[in-house]
């Protein structure tokens, strides 16, 4: 093992008194040949102030050159560190810059390392403040989620939007949609150009190797293999690359999967409010629907019953009312599954998205989950909606079963689509992605809820800590629907919360609006427009 290196002030400075480095860093190698590592935070007494700017850190990290790319193995590292408790929730860290002059790192990977763990929710970064480590990183790092990327810089002019936009429409806050401006030009081509360098080939074959007559492109190893990469890392969702099946879009896995698993004598519990498509999806497959309500905790888990076979639910981020399922339910859910040998369908829809919150565990990566969860995503929510490409993870139960519906009669996936797709995980170029939108969204957020609570304090807001919308709560009685119409007519296109409902009983009256693609600067006119509507009809 080689010597320690030993920083002290110059002779020139000591003679003169004037001291202008930062406290001594010893670095010394630890862990195999090869590896490098730092330890930093021992002051010595004399002659050594800090800088104005710098942040004093005591922090060992050993990096394996065996996890990739410098900017992978200072992931790990720093995961490592949170799960052995050298780091504490709420910790700061080190700027990029000292960290990097510590390290003898190229200062990118550093920042690309910081970006992937804020992606993640490991860590927290406040513009003009220091990152910070996250609420409840501790614990989700315990839980196994690791994490890796290329180390390459987060894009600084993104293209134009290209999600649709309604005619006449000045303000278009959908919700569902995501701000499409905020992928990278240059990672989306990159990825489209690596797609099309390949060949097509014809009908994919199963993972067993049997090659039938099919639909096509079922199967798609290579992002089979990068989404497994990615849901472990960012989502804590351990899960092997055969688990992991292709649709061209959530509400095509909610068919195919109840389709093969119906039972015709018990019917599906669903919150109420909630996911419309999805519901007349699982209709459509020929189950019969059973809506269960919610609160701010989530389902209520206490009204399922042996008479359901499954459960569908979006624990994430609750859709549309925007609540967080508790620990407590999560558990009971899982429970109840056990006991009854029931399915939890988790559309895990926008959970990548949460501001000033913990990361909650998905329901697939708790206790039983692996057994008895199917964990469904999209990249309409995290990429584009045009790019029709979901994927549902499932219990190895299913696996074989779903292998045959899907080479024998299921719909197929775009094969350069999904190469196009996998490219971009594997670059890196989605997680450096999620961690720009994340700061833009929560900037919207921000924006957005601040007016609301400036221009319209008489309405509740619901559901701001995650995901990409927010309702406004109305008066009891008053007709959501009709607000709705109205705004759409002056400009403004929401949605009434009363649409997402099977019974009238199971929330009061709202409208729910998207703010991912209303920019920080229109917000304000967006509120004023919504109470005008809203004096207009005597409700402010």
């Not at 609420?135 to 790092?141: D, K, M, T, V």
């Not at 804590?236 to 879009?249: I, K, R």
């Not at 359901?308 to 620990?327: E, I, K, N």
């Amino acid at each position: 093992m080689t010597a320690p290196l030993r920083r002290t002030p110059g002779r020139a400075a000591a003679r003169s008194g004037s001291v202008r480095s930062s406290v001594l860093l010893h670095l010394e190698p630890l862990g195999p040949p090869g590896c490098r590592s730092a330890y930093s935070g021992r002051a010595e007494p004399e002659g050594t102030v800090l800088p104005r700017n710098a942040t004093p850190f005591n922090l060992t990290l050993a990096l394996d050159p065996h996890e990739g790319r410098v900017a992978s193995q200072l992931s790990a590292a720093l995961i490592r560190a949170i799960a052995e408790g050298q780091l504490s929730d709420g910790d700061p860290l080190p700027s990029t810059r000292v960290l990097a002059s510590n390290l003898r790192v190229a200062r990118s990977a550093v920042v690309a390392a910081y970006e992937e763990l804020t992606a993640a929710g490991f860590l927290v970064a406040t513009p003009g403040a220091s990152t910070r480590v996250g609420p409840g990183a501790r614990e989700a790092s315990l839980a196994g989620a690791y994490a890796s990327t290329p180390s390459e810089p987060v894009p600084t002019s993104p293209p134009q939007a290209t999600a649709p936009e309604q005619p006449g429409a000045r303000f278009d806050l959908r919700p569902g949609y995501p701000d499409a401006s905020l992928v990278s030009t240059r990672d989306w081509n990159r990825a489209w150009r690596a797609a099309a360098a390949g060949t097509l080939s014809g009908p994919a074959a199963p993972p067993t190797g049997e090659v039938r007559p099919g639909r096509g492109h079922a199967f798609h190893r290579p992002l089979q293999e990068a989404l497994a990469n990615h849901l472990r890392r960012n989502r804590a969702v351990v899960c092997e690359p055969e688990e992991v099946f292709l649709f061209p879009g959530v509400n095509a896995a909610l068919r195919a999967l109840v389709r093969l698993v119906n039972d015709p004598d018990r019917q599906v519990a669903f919150e109420d409010p909630g996911y419309v498509s999805g519901r007349r999806a699982i209709q459509q497959a020929g189950a019969r629907i059973r809506p269960v309500g919610v609160d701010t905790e989530g389902l209520l888990t206490d009204q399922l019953t042996g008479d359901d076979w499954a459960c569908y639910v979006t624990p994430a981020h609750q859709f549309p009312l925007g609540s967080r399922m508790s620990v407590s339910r999560r558990t009971d859910l899982l429970a109840w599954a056990e006991s009854h040998d029931g399915l939890v369908l988790e559309d895990d829809y926008d959970g990548e998205f949460r501001y000033d919150v913990a990361p909650m565990p998905a329901l697939r990566s708790m206790h039983a989950g692996a057994e008895h969860v199917v964990y469904l995503g999209t990249a309409s929510k995290i990429v584009a909606r045009d790019l029709r490409l979901a994927w549902a993870v499932v219990p190895p139960r299913l696996r074989e079963r779903v292998q045959e519906f899907l080479h024998g009669e299921g719909d197929s996936v775009n094969p350069v689509a999904a190469a196009a797709m996998t490219e971009f995980i594997s670059s890196g170029a989605l997680v450096r992605q999620l961690a720009y939108a994340q700061r833009t969204y929560a900037a919207r957020r921000n924006r957005f809820t601040d007016a609301c609570t400036e221009l319209l304090p008489e309405l509740a807001q619901q559901g701001i800590e995650a995901g990409l919308h927010v309702v406004l709560t109305l008066p009891a009685g008053t007709d959501d629907s009709l607000v709705s119409r109205r705004l759409r007519e002056r400009g403004l296109i929401c949605y009434a919360l009363s649409d997402y409902t099977l019974t009238p009983v199971s929330c009061g009256p709202g409208i729910v609006c998207g703010y991912a693609r209303l920019p920080e600067t229109r917000a304000v006119a967006a509120v004023e427009l919504i109470r005008s509507v809203l004096s207009e009809l005597s409700l402010a």
